[in-house]
């Protein structure tokens, strides 16, 4: 083992300001409650641990806001309903889960790859697929690496940086508009609409406002799209959308509607994600400065380090799926239709499949974490995700080796689909 090892000017404990969670509970219910909500989380983990403790599968009462879901925290249960081909996604869950009447942001989300029934899911897949082939991704590395030289050449000079504003935001942003094709003239108002629309994502209907406004962006990304699309239509490039318009598997294509709606997928799922997974991974070594100095001597260590940072706290916490059949764990049944919630974060740290789990080790060999699901919902990006990591991260400790935080703590988002810190103050 590596020994611990302090990273010149990082405070002793790097702790978000609202650590200490009030005790923890151990009613399943009670733990579930303070998870999902952001005022009374504090720290995740310690929840996490404590819930796979007490109730690795249970299904949910009242108290929690996933009120009769069942609720999967360990590795084997999480990965197993992951794969199996009768455990899916399709528009109930869409329903149970992310209830948000039928405006812009419904219509799109019926349209796009993940919440299809089986069988269209299958064919939307295989024609998206096609344009994430490992040529297109070869393509695709030196846009990574250039934008994250770009940006680091931005904040260069300062001296400090808000992370998550100036980097960790702009970096999967630019990547994955570049790849689709949109004029960088289209980004400052793109970025607008792209916000309210992820806004909408974790609002679950709650504040009416946040509801409008992600409705409206639904329906400018749409308008968007579509004039992006006719544009390519009638002189097609090399950029993701012209590859997603000739796509063409079994003498199928994708339709007008969902075409634009999985632009729109594409462009939200390509940058929030990656963003809140590159703040976790500094986070992560701000916390364990003896890996932040063992990575920024040994650059050959950063790609298996970036499978580390996804097993250690990746940012998309939440899978939800219903099975097609009724299933039978031990001591307990989920019926045909049941909506099942896996937290990935739980089962990425679960001691019984990575031992030491809250231990940060840079050199771990990991066999397969879930931060990308696995089987028919696996993520299509994430070769990518793991190219804009990898590319990002290095950029960033080889231009800025002393890098450290500004200040004693930082917040996470108030979110928990996706979960990542709301700012980073740095130096260096
Ligand atoms: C570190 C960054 C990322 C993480 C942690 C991540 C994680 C995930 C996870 C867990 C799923 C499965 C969702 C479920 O279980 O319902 C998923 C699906 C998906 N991801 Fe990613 N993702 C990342 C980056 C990306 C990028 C960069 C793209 C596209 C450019 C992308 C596109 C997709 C798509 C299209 C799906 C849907 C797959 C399907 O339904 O068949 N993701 N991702």
């Known amino acids: 083992m590596t020994a611990t090892v302090k990273q010149p000017g990082i405070p002793a404990s790097f702790d978000p300001v609202d650590w200490n969670p009030p005790g923890l509970p151990s009613d399943p219910d009670e733990i579930v409650a303070h998870i999902v909500d952001p005022k009374t989380r504090g720290e995740l983990y310690p929840l996490f641990h404590q819930l796979r403790r007490t109730a690795p599968m249970f299904k949910s009462g009242p108290v929690a806001k996933q009120h009769g879901a069942w609720i999967f925290s360990r590795f084997a249960e999480v990965d197993m309903l992951s794969r199996s081909p009768r455990v899916v996604n399709d528009p109930r869950v869409l329903d149970s889960a992310f ?129 992006l699309a006719e544009k390519r239509r009638a002189n097609m490039g090399d950029d993701l959308l ?125 066999s397969s974490h879930i931060a990308f699901s696995a089987g028919a919902y696996y993520c299509i990006g994430a070769a990518l995700a793991r190219t804009e990591m990898a590319a990002g991260l290095r950029a960033l400790l080889d231009r800025f080796p002393a890098i450290r935080p500004a200040g004693e703590g930082f917040e996470w988002r108030p979110t928990l689909n996706l979960r990542g810190p709301q700012s980073l103050p740095v130096t260096w």
């Open 99 to 227: 209830n948000h009447g039928d405006g812009g942001f419904t219509s799109v989300m019926r349209n796009v790859l993940t919440w299809q029934p089986v069988e269209p899911h299958a064919r939307m897949r295989n024609l998206i697929m096609t344009a994430f082939t490992p040529r297109a991704i070869d393509r695709w590395r030196p846009i990574a690496e250039q934008v994250a030289q770009e940006l680091c050449d931005c904040i260069a000079a300062d001296g400090h940086a808000d992370l998550v504003e100036q980097y960790n935001y702009e970096l999967p942003f630019n990547i994955i508009a570049r790849i689709l094709g949109i004029p960088e003239s289209d980004y400052p108002r793109l970025k607008g609409y792209a916000w309210d629309f992820a806004q909408l994502g974790e609002a679950r209907g709650v504040d009416p406002e946040a509801v409008q406004r992600g409705d409206d962006a639904a329906r400018e990304l749409i308008a968007y799209f579509g004039e």
């Open 242 to 366: 012209s590859s997603l318009l000739a796509a063409e598997a079994d003498g199928e294509t994708l339709t007008h509607t969902e075409l634009i709606a999985n632009c729109i997928y594409l462009l939200q799922a390509g940058h929030e994600t990656t963003q809140d997974m590159l703040g976790n991974a500094m986070v992560a070594l701000f916390r364990h400065p003896d890996q932040l100095r063992l990575l920024i001597a040994h650059p050959e260590l950063t790609q298996g380090a970036v499978e580390e940072f996804l097993r250690y706290d990746t940012s998309v916490q939440i899978s939800h799926r219903i099975p097609l059949d009724p299933l039978r764990f031990d001591g307990m049944e989920v019926p045909e239709g049941g909506l099942l919630v896996s937290f990935a974060g739980a089962a990425n740290r679960d001691p019984e499949r990575f031992p030491d789990p809250d231990r940060l080790d840079v050199t771990r060999k990991i």
